[in-house]
Every structure is written in structure tokens, then in C-alpha cells.
């Protein structure tokens, strides 16, 4: 394994070597000495007295006091450098330590191996020979006392010269605090810091080519609503992306700290189109439901604006849209459907944001799987959507076999390049870093391992790859900054974009086996969306698809809960579980709402009289937009007693403009009296329901008591002329009859007075009238004695109204 393998050409010279043992020697023979002369029996505290200030004792009490190195300048320093250290010493003990002194310490010669450096970094305490020597002389600073819980700054600055460095390498530099207390009156080392010296004055014969991948990523900020306006302003879930990226902020340090580096910028496009938004007006939620004006549209255009000038000529890497969790989906999502289409979706539109917003064309053939664990499912899954290189990371696939660290680029089958990050270098800067002291060390250590990395195999051409955490805090970015300041000034490094590090010749040597996905750590494994968390993600699509046919603009709807969709798959969800329900809930919760704007109106109890009527159903749309390919449909439940259109339901499209309402009205046919229930329900073109269906009753009352009285009316009308007329031809009849005996009146008379009063003479009489639609007998008349005949004196007067000779209506109308 590269971390353990011992290096050639990295001891110092036999010259030096030869002073530096008789030097030791030297300084240890008063301590012999003192030993020879003491009596049998005597304690090791005594041991140690007797040495006095010869030698200084390491009796446990090294971590007396806490020593803390804030700088150490330059990083890398050359022959004609001088080397300043600084920082801090205080006493944790209860007791003053008095005749104290810092000194420093550099190793007789240089580490060994990476793991090396690992091991000296994780040591605690002093170990006399192991860490080196005290230079001594001026290059100390002095304390009379440090009382206890005191603190002392101190700063040290000595000539590389004088640190008396041998070969090219990386050298351990302890910086130590030496003096004595009460409980222990003897010289000796309370406390000491490690830090490491990266030695390389002159250009290496072959430089190690270096990419650094500089992550610009957020956490999720969007929600799916925006406010009911034609400009869709967005609602963000609070204001925290503002301080991300206003003068201080973790987003803004990055991006003014990568600006003057050469690195390679790896992008969350989620991220852009959230800065984009709220540049262009932005609300936010806040208590309840309700929602304010967000106010930092000024500080989202000055840092698009930087970004832009800062990411031209440079290399930039597009993630999927929302970073989407590659391993979530490999392990629980792929077995839901549709899961991996929603990756497709996000990686096709990622290209387009940031070439929209920044004007440049990024690189959309990276995958990055969180912390660049890898199994053979991942790698599936990270490659479905059209990417061909996976950023993996060599804790995953490991190369136990090799001596030293291959070229990141290997093929690992399917024409998938990995891109195997360092892990050592990758995760150089993962602790807080907002101490001066755990800053300096951990540049100290990146450096010393990079050397190291070079070092290796010095006459062979390497490329590496660094991939920090997806979302360094500012101090992180700082320390990140300043090492990469130091590295790509060393004499060692040079920096390499992304796709240049993918090109290059892998190693034959190098490991290609995909690790099972039993190895796949379970640290990581916990921390992934569940499998119900893809079937709500899904069950909201499929809520969409209904959705989005009826609607005359469809972008305003499918592109901002198409881009929830995939940033409720966010690897930024991970630790945060309640987050991630909470903003799929709000997703599902909010088209829910758009999808109720579109409904009917809810109908109380209808009655029905008369034969047939017309029966209004209202569909209100309140959203912005108007709607279309909907199918209104009325279904009688009983269709024996009423029917809509010719049969049990009648089906109407329907075509509503934005804010507006239709009413649709349905011909009905009622066949007998009664209740009938009658349900209302709106249908896509293809026949899928659309929101809830309204049930109303009809109540069917045919022949109602109106009506009753009416034909009652007439009946008696009848009646009453009938017996009117049968008096007056009694009376008629009487007349004539005397007047034949009277006056003698000829039977050719009697008969043209019998025909014009009771009809033709064929011997028939009429016992029966016809009655109109109104209720009034109808008058017939021959040819003879037509409408145009002069009126006689005995006819008898009308006393009814001129019936109507209009049909019958069709019934009531009713308009609800």
C-alpha cells in the first residue's frame, strides 16, 4: 500500500548523519555520568534531577501545557527563507511552571512515508529521539513564570538556513514549551505541538499535476409555490441563501477565495437558479402561511456578477440539477419507476441553467456520488443519465498493491472512466477550522502529503485528483484557499483541470475492480432517502401528469415542480430526514392546492317540474391560466326515472379562461316522479377523473298542485259550457216549436235554423267538444257558416278568452 512503503534518497548525508549521532551522544554523557554516581535505590524523579538542565526529562507531564501554533510562515519555505513561527502556550496544570522556555524541534531526517506522516500527527506527548532535537540558543523565547490556567503568545523566527534541513522532504517541526513546577523542580517538556516542514527548494524533475475541485453547492432554499401573480414570484423556505452569499458569507468566501485560483469549479445549476430567482424578486415563507417580501435582490446580482467574471476561461463542472443523491437512488429509488427519469430530467436541464445565467458551457460527463463511495449499482445509476466519468475516491477503490499513488483516471468497464480522488488530500479540511491553530496544521499536513505524493515516484508523471466536501463552511474555504496558494507556487505541483486529469494515460497497475456494494460503508448507507421518500416523489409526478393536461401553459406549472422533484432527491437532505419529509409534503401539498383551483361548484337540491328542464352545472378555475381538454360529465344514478341527454349521463367539454367560471347546462327528461341523485365530475380528454365530484339530488314533481288546479278549472269550465249550451237550445227549440204553431212557418226555415244551430244535417249530434291546449272548447263551423258568416241574433256571446294554438312548452326551466 502507498501509505506504508519506506522511500529511497530521503536520509541526510553520512556527514550530517555522523554529526548529528555524535552530537547526541555528546549531549547525553554528563546524564551517564550522573547516573554512575548515584546510590542504589535512588527514585527516577531523582534520576532526572540529577541531570539537571544536561538533559531535559520526559516524566509524564508533557501535557501540562497546551501548546498552540496559529502561523508558521512561509509553508513551504526555500534556502533563503527564514522561517517564523507563532502562537500560543497555556498552562493547564494547577501549578505555575516557572523557568519556561518555547523552543523548536526538527527531525534528524525526513518522514518516511505518508502513513508516517499520519502516525506523527495523531501522536500526543514527547518522545525523546523521535522528536528531534531543540535548536536552542536565540531561537527560543523565554517565560520567568506561567501561572496556572496563563496564557503566553510567543513567536519564533530562525533562518532555514540554520534549521540545518538534509535531503528533499517532508521534515516533522515540533514546537515545544520546557520548564519545571513545584511537584516536579526539574527541567523538562510540559507540552509540545507537531507540525510538518514540506522541503523542496529547487523544481522536482517531474511535477505531480493537480486538480483541485472547488465546489460551489447549497442546500435546498427553494419551495414548489410561487405567488399567485403573471411573474410567478418564488417563495423561498427563509432568507438564509441571502447570507450565504452577501460579503462574509460561505458562499461568497468561496467564490472570492476561488477567483484567484486555478481550480476546477463544480456546480450545483439548483444553486444558480436559486440566486437567479431571487435577483429577479423573491418572497419568503414565514410564520403560518404567511409571506414576506425578501429584500436582497441587490446582493444575489452582485454575486451572479462575480461569478460569472470569475468562471470565464475556467473549467466548470454542471452537477445534475439539485445534486441529486446518485446513491439513495442506486440502493432504494431505481426500484420505484420513473425514479431514474427524474435523474435524466435534471441532468438535461443542468447544461441549459448554467450556460443561461453564466455564459459559459459546462461539463455535464461528471457524476459525484456523495463522498466518492462507489459499489457496481452507483456506478449504474450515475452513468443512466449520460455521464461517463464517476468522481470516486481512493477509500473506495482502494489500490492496496501499489507503492504509491496511481493517476486518478482508470477505466473500470462499460467505457466508464474513475476519476479516483485522494482521500487523504480530499478530506485534509473536513474539521472546524475557524482555530488559527487547527488551520495552520492542517495546511502543513496537505502540503507535507502532496510532497509526499511526489516524492514517490519521482521520475513518474502523475495526475491527481482532489475533491473536498461538497459544502466547505468559510473557515474551510480559507484554509482550503491558503494551501492551494502554497501548492500551486511549490516546486512540486501544478495545477490540471478536471478533464485534462480524465485524459490522461491511467496506470496499469492501478485497481479497476468496482468495490461489491456489501462494502458500501453503512455510516453512508444510513444517512439515504428512504424508499418511500422515491414513491412520494413518484406519486407526486404522476399528480403532475394529470395535472398539467388540462392547462393552456404548462411550463408555469411543470418547470417549478419539476425542479422540486429534483430537489427533493438532494444529497443535501442527507442528516436532515424531518427536512426532507417536510419539503416533499409541501410539494405534494401545493399542487394539491393548484390542482383544487380547477372545481365545481357544489349544488343544494334541484326540483324538476314539468316533462323535461335544463340543469347548470359551474366549473370555477381561479387559477392564472385558463384550461382546456376537460370533459364535464352528468350521470343520473336513476336513470329509470330521470335521464340526462338520451341516456344515463351526457359528457360536455369544457374550456374555462383563468380566474373565470362556466357554466354547462344538461337537457334532462324526467319519466316519473320522485328523488333521483344526479353526480357531476370532471374528466381528462383521456377518461382519467379530475378532482372531486359534486352529488346533488333532483327532485322530479311532474303533475304538480298547480297543475292540478288548472285542469280542474278547465274541467269545470267545460262542464259549465256544455250545460249552457244544452239551455240554450232547450230554449231554442221551445221557440220554434211555437213558432210553428203560431205562425205556420214552413219546414225548409225551421230546417236552415236547426243546421245553423246545431250542425250539419246528417242526422248527427255533437254530445262532445274538442278542448285546446288552454282549457276552451273549440268552435267548428262548415263551409257554410264559416268565421267570415255574419253573426245571428240568437247566437250566444263567448265568455272565455280566445284559446292559445300554440304547442304545449317542454316544462319549467331551471336554472340553478
Given amino acids: 500500500m502507498a501509505d506504508e512503503a519506506d522511500f529511497q534518497g530521503m536520509s541526510p548525508s553520512p556527514a550530517r548523519r555522523w554529526l548529528r549521532r555524535t552530537g547526541a551522544l555528546l549531549a547525553g554523557a ?28 520526559n516524566a509524564g507531564g508533557s501535557s501540562t501545557v497546551s501548546v498552540s501554533l496559529d502561523s508558521l510562515t512561509p509553508s513551504a519555505p526555500t534556502a533563503s527563507d527564514t522561517l517564523t513561527v507563532s502562537g500560543t502556550v497555556t498552562n493547564n496544570g494547577k501549578q505555575a511552571v516557572t523557568g519556561a522556555h518555547v523552543g523548536l524541534r526538527v527531525s534528524p531526517t525526513p518522514m518516511s512515508s505518508r502513513s508516517a506522516i499520519d502516525r506523527a500527527a495523531q501522536r500526543t506527548g514527547y518522545q525523546p529521539g523521535t522528536d528531534g532535537t531543540e535548536l536552542g540558543g536565540k531561537y527560543v523565547e523565554e517565560f520567568d513564570k506561567l501561572a496556572a490556567g496563563a496564557s503566553q503568545t510567543f513567536s519564533i523566527s530562525v533562518p532555514v538556513k540554520d534549521l540545518d534541513l538534509g535531503d528533499d522532504g517532508v521534515y516533522q517541526l515540533g514546537v515545544s514549551l520546557s520548564g519545571q513546577t513545584a511537584a516536579q523542580p526539574y527541567p523538562q517538556v510540559l507540552g509540545i505541538q507537531r507540525t510538518f516542514l514540506p522541503w523542496q527548494p529547487d523544481d522536482a524533475s517531474t511535477k505531480t499535476k493537480t486538480t483541485y475541485l472547488w465546489p460551489l453547492i447549497s442546500r435546498v432554499h427553494m419551495t414548489a409555490e410561487t405567488l399567485p401573480n403573471q411573474q410567478q414570484t418564488p417563495v423561498f423556505q427563509s432568507d438564509d441563501l441571502a447570507k450565504e452569499i452577501a460579503p462574509g458569507g460561505r458562499l461568497s468566501q468561496l467564490l472570492s477565495l476561488g477567483k484567484n485560483l486555478d481550480v476546477t469549479w463544480v456546480i450545483d445549476p439548483d444553486l444558480l437558479a436559486s440566486v437567479d430567482s431571487m435577483a429577479s424578486g423573491y418572497s419568503v415563507k414565514g410564520d403560518g402561511d404567511s409571506v414576506t417580501t425578501g429584500k436582497n435582490q441587490a446582493v444575489a446580482k452582485q454575486w451572479l456578477g462575480e461569478l460569472e467574471k470569475a468562471v470565464q476561461n475556467k473549467e466548470v463542472v454542471a452537477l445534475p440539477f439539485g445534486d441529486p443523491d446518485l446513491a439513495s437512488l442506486a440502493h432504494n429509488g431505481k426500484n420505484v419507476t420513473g425514479s431514474l427519469g427524474h435523474l435524466k430530467d435534471a441532468t438535461d436541464v443542468a447544461s441549459s441553467t448554467v450556460e443561461t445565467i453564466l455564459h459559459v458551457k459546462p461539463d455535464t460527463d461528471f ?31 482502494r489500490d492496496d498493491r501499489l507503492s504509491y499513488n496511481p493517476t486518478a483516471a482508470r477505466p473500470i468497464g462499460s467505457g466508464t472512466t474513475a476519476m479516483v480522488a485522494d482521500d487523504g488530500l480530499s478530506t485534509a479540511f473536513q474539521d472546524d477550522m475557524t482555530s488559527a491553530s487547527r488551520s495552520t496544521l492542517a495546511v502543513q499536513e496537505f502540503l507535507a502529503q502532496s510532497l509526499m505524493v511526489d516524492l514517490q515516484e519521482p521520475g513518474k508523471e502523475r495526475s491527481i485528483v482532489v475533491a473536498p466536501q461538497r459544502m466547505p463552511s468559510a473557515s474551510q474555504a480559507a484554509s482550503m484557499a491558503e494551501a492551494l496558494t502554497e501548492l500551486q507556487g511549490s516546486h512540486w505541483s501544478q495545477p490540471g483541470d478536471l478533464s485534462d ?7 496499469p497497475d492501478a485497481a ?18 428512504p424508499q418511500s421518500a422515491f414513491q412520494q416523489i413518484e406519486d407526486t409526478q404522476d399528480k403532475l401528469d ?60 334541484t326540483k324538476l317540474s314539468g316533462r323535461s328542464a335544463t340543469i347548470p352545472v359551474t366549473v370555477q378555475n381561479n387559477l392564472m391560466q385558463g384550461v382546456d381538454h376537460l370533459v364535464l360529465r352528468l350521470t343520473s344514478q336513476q336513470p329509470t326515472r330521470l335521464k340526462v341527454g338520451n341516456g344515463p349521463y351526457y359528457e360536455q367539454p369544457i374550456t374555462v379562461s383563468g380566474g373565470h367560471s362556466q357554466s354547462v347546462k344538461f337537457t334532462t327528461t324526467a319519466n316519473a316522479n320522485g328523488r333521483a341523485s344526479v353526480v357531476a365530475q370532471l374528466f381528462t380528454e383521456d377518461g382519467q377523473p379530475y378532482g372531486t365530484p359534486v352529488t346533488f339530488d ?47 212557418s214552413d219546414d225548409a226555415d225551421t230546417v236552415s235554423n236547426d243546421e245553423h244551430l246545431n250542425g250539419p244535417t246528417d242526422g248527427t249530434v255533437d254530445t262532445e267538444d274538442t278542448v285546446g291546449s288552454a282549457g276552451t272548447p273549440e268552435q267548428e263551423s262548415d263551409t257554410g257558416t264559416g268565421a267570415d258568416a255574419p253573426e245571428q241574433p240568437s247566437d250566444p256571446a263567448p265568455d272565455t278568452a280566445p284559446e292559445n294554438t300554440d304547442p304545449s312548452g317542454t316544462g319549467e326551466r331551471v336554472d340553478r
Fill in 512 to 529: 479497476t475492480s468496482v468495490p461489491s456494494t456489501s462494502r458500501y460503508p453503512s455510516s453512508l448507507r444510513r444517512e439515504e432517502l
Fill in 546 to 605: 394529470g395535472f398539467k393536461v388540462i392547462l393552456n401553459e404548462r411550463a408555469r406549472v411543470v418547470t417549478p415542480f419539476g425542479r422540486a422533484i429534483d430537489r427533493a432527491m438532494s444529497t443535501s437532505w442527507r442528516g436532515h430526514p424531518n427536512g426532507a419529509a417536510a419539503f416533499r409534503q409541501g410539494v405534494t401539498s401545493y399542487l394539491g392546492l393548484l390542482t383544487s383551483q380547477v372545481h365545481l361548484i357544489k349544488k343544494s337540491e
Fill in 698 to 744: 333532483v327532485n322530479v314533481t311532474q303533475i304538480t298542485p298547480t297543475v292540478m288546479l288548472v285542469i280542474a278549472g278547465g274541467v269545470l269550465l267545460l262542464v259549465l259550457a256544455g250545460f249552457r249550451m244544452y239551455t240554450q237550445r232547450k230554449r231554442v227549440a221551445a221557440r220554434q216549436a211555437e213558432a210553428e204553431q203560431e205562425n205556420g
Fill in 501 to 507: 486529469a480524465a485524459k490522461a494515460a491511467p496506470d
Fill in 367 to 397: 457524476a459525484w456520488p456523495v463522498n466518492g463511495a462507489i459499489d457496481p449499482s452507483i456506478v449504474k445509476v450515475a452513468t443512466s443519465a449520460g455521464a461517463d466519468k464517476v468522481i470516486a475516491r481512493s477509500d473506495s477503490l
Fill in 30 to 57: 554528563p546524564l551517564l555520568a550522573g547516573l554512575l554516581q548515584l546510590p542504589a535505590g535512588t527514585p527516577a524523579h531523582a534520576v532526572a534531577r540529577s541531570a539537571g538542565n544536561a538533559s531535559l526529562a
